[in-house]
């Protein structure tokens, strides 16, 4: 299989499905398209119809959209716990997963995914801090409902496709440092230091610079920046 994704500094809809697969170990082949070069757009297209990324390319199968790649791995490898195992447990993680993927609009607007920089804490707006509060709640409510007891640190025990879908949402938090009980500080740092996650990120600072994205810092005051290996 093929995983055709964007920069891993800042694609967090990429992050999704590469982090499920790498973490549960279901092989694959990685094709990284820089976004807002000159040839970006065509080079996309000829492996996803939506000429968005990222898309997984199995054969003849071709599958764009994050939590539509991550529902083809489940019934693809059923034995991989791509979902919790129970049903109640995967009626939540998928309403969850869901929730993340059409909602959160303020704190994704308002807060892109960097992997290079910290910046200041700031104040933000009602709608960001609704979000934050939200994504809490959730976390908190599948951490003590199905979490705890059962072997992981991850919202359901171990890791699955729910921890993947928030994935970018940890960076965030992380990225502009904002205000979160020690609960949800305890999950991030669970999520930051999952191997794959790892992985991941040091391939996101090894990015070339020519990739990088103008515009990701309007508004925003960098504290820290994390070594870039990239030329």
């Known amino acids: 299989?093929?995983?055709?994704?964007?920069?891993?500094?800042?694609?967090?809809?990429?992050?999704?499905?590469?982090?499920?697969?790498?973490?549960?170990?279901?092989?694959?082949?990685?094709?990284?398209?820089?976004?807002r070069q000159t040839d970006s757009g065509p080079r996309i297209l000829a492996h996803s119809p939506s000429g968005k990324v990222p898309a997984l390319i199995d054969g003849e199968i071709v599958v764009w959209e994050s939590l539509a790649i991550i529902e083809?791995?489940?019934?693809?490898?059923?034995?991989?716990?791509?979902?919790?195992?129970?049903?109640?447990?995967?009626?939540?993680?998928?309403?969850?997963?869901?929730?993340?993927?059409?909602?959160?609009?303020?704190?994704?607007?308002?807060?892109?995914?960097?992997?290079?920089?910290?910046?200041?804490?700031?104040?933000?707006?009602?709608?960001?801090?609704?979000?934050?509060?939200?994504?809490?709640?959730?976390?908190?409510?599948?951490?003590?409902?199905?979490?705890a007891g059962n072997g992981g640190p991850f919202l359901y025990g171990q890791f699955s496709a729910a921890d993947a879908m928030y994935a970018p949402v940890v960076t965030r938090f992380e990225t502009y440092q904002l205000p979160v009980s020690d609960a949800t500080r305890a999950y991030m740092i669970a999520v930051m230091d999952?191997?794959?996650f790892r992985a991941w990120r040091s391939d996101a600072l090894a990015e070339p610079r020519s990739w990088d994205l103008a515009g990701y810092e309007e508004g925003h005051v960098a504290v820290e920046a994390y070594p870039r290996t990239g030329a």
């Open 1 to 35: 299989m093929k995983l055709v994704i964007a920069n891993k500094l800042y694609s967090s809809w990429s992050m999704r499905p590469w982090l499920a697969m790498r973490a549960l170990g279901i092989p694959f082949e990685e094709v990284v398209i820089p976004l």
């Open 72 to 147: 083809y791995l489940a019934e693809r490898f059923p034995d991989k716990g791509v979902w919790p195992k129970t049903s109640a447990a995967r009626a939540h993680a998928r309403a969850i997963s869901n929730e993340m993927h059409a909602g959160f609009m303020a704190l994704r607007q308002n807060c892109p995914m960097n992997l290079a920089k910290k910046f200041a804490s700031k104040a933000y707006g009602a709608d960001v801090m609704a979000n934050v509060a939200r994504i809490e709640a959730i976390w908190a409510e599948a951490r003590s409902r199905f979490g």
């Open 194 to 196: 999952h191997p794959a």
